[in-house]
């Protein structure tokens, strides 16, 4: 029963990651965004720093998720998974008279 459980916890934890990384890359566009805004604005004050502080932080984060599913990710095999049992009927083998 472990295993089932260790790969629905596994399923859900790449899940999860997969909507955080969606909100980090989303963090970075709106910091990237206000960044170059604030840069326009006021170059070199802390209206400007305060953005690209935020947008370091996002961005890190954004690298660090997008790592750790990379190191998640199943090896692909080039072929799928085949679970159930073949279709074909099994036929009685003779040896050869």
Do not use: C, D, N
């Not at 997969?18 to 566009?29: K, T």
């Not at 890190?60 to 750790?68: D, F, H, K």
């Not at 199943?74 to 099994?90: D, I, V």
Request: proline share 8%.
């Amino acid at each position: 029963m472990a295993p089932k459980t260790e790969r629905i916890q596994f399923l859900r934890a790449v899940r999860q990651l997969h909507r955080v990384r969606s909100f980090y890359a989303a963090g970075v566009l709106l910091w990237a965004g206000s960044s170059i805004w604030a840069s326009w604005q006021a170059p070199g004050s802390r209206q400007m720093w305060v953005p690209v502080l935020l947008l370091a932080v996002f961005t890190a984060l954004l690298l660090t998720t997008g790592l750790s599913l990379r190191r998640l990710e199943a090896p692909t095999t080039g072929r799928p998974a085949h679970h159930a049992a073949p279709r074909k009927t099994a036929r009685p083998r003779h040896a050869p008279a």
